[in-house]
């Protein structure tokens, strides 16, 4: 009998300041990873501090979520940046997540990009070597997440580090694999039996149903249910539930 494995990650730390964002402290407890803004398109040290602290009690992996210095726009907008201003950028970032780690005796396990910055980084090469090498110097030993079949994952593995192929309960995918633009009709999924559904094809057939109705082949190493969405806290543990009773084990990527 076949064995599935998943790992099941969650934005979280974006709150920042007076202003909450999301249902951290209930979503990870239903999560084994945790992807923790690093102060550029949300969160802030305090945020981080109570999020890395929060994880380790929990025994959620910590990773670092950097995107691009964004506020207003919380980093869901494209920006044109050089190759050396996107390597800095990552390396900033990721320092600070890594300092709040050490702090609380704990290692930082992964990397993942956010928002325009991961979706931009899946498609254009160049981005994508910028980052997966900022995150090869600064710990060979961490793990790079990037959408499944995208240069990120390919440029990670070039770069000689261990990547986790990503897919989106929450989203929509188009023929080549992307995700469908979040201003387009139909971007998000809101019913959590559908996403659900969805997931469990992809993990056991490695399959997702894109836009146009076509089957497109898809590896799922790890699966997100964004922080900031309303329904985050029913999808997460909608989808562990689903995951378990399908015989799919949900453990730490790395483990």
């Keep these: 009998m076949d064995e599935y494995f998943v790992d099941l990650n969650s934005d979280l730390g974006e709150s920042y300041g007076a202003f909450t964002v999301g249902q ?10 945790a992807n923790i803004a690093c102060g550029y398109h949300a969160g802030d040290h305090n945020v981080i501090q109570q999020s890395v602290k929060k994880a ?9 979520h950097p995107g691009f210095q964004d506020l207003h726009g919380f980093g869901r907008r494209m ?13 900033y970032q990721i320092g600070a997540i890594q300092a709040f780690a050490k702090l609380n005796n704990n290692n930082l396990q992964h990397v993942k990009p956010h928002g325009a910055l991961y979706n931009m980084a899946s498609k254009d090469k160049e981005m994508a070597q910028a980052i997966a090498q900022a995150v090869y ?10 959408l ?5 994952v390919n440029m990670g593995r070039k770069v000689g580090l261990s990547v986790a192929e990503e897919v989106f309960a929450d ?28 997931v469990i094809r992809m993990v ?21 249910v964004h922080g900031d969405s ?13 995951l378990l009773d399908n015989g799919i084990n949900i453990r730490r990527v790395g483990l």
């Design 24 to 33: 951290d402290d209930l979503v990870m407890n239903y999560i084994t990873s």
């Design 56 to 64: 380790t009690e929990k025994q959620v992996g910590i990773g670092a």
């Design 79 to 91: 920006m044109q940046i050089d190759t050396d201003e996107l390597y800095n950028l990552m390396v």
């Design 137 to 146: 110097d600064i710990d060979s030993n961490l793990i790079l997440f990037g």
């Design 148 to 152: 499944a079949g995208g240069e990120l």
């Design 171 to 198: 989203r929509t995918y188009q023929p080549d694999g992307t995700l469908t633009k979040r201003t387009e009709k139909d971007a998000i999924i809101t019913d959590a039996e559908e996403a659900v559904y969805r």
């Design 204 to 224: 056991k057939d490695g399959k997702v149903e894109a836009m146009d109705g076509s089957d497109i082949p898809i590896q799922a190493d790890t699966i997100c």
């Design 230 to 242: 309303p329904k985050s806290l029913e999808f997460v543990s909608k989808l562990k539930e689903g």
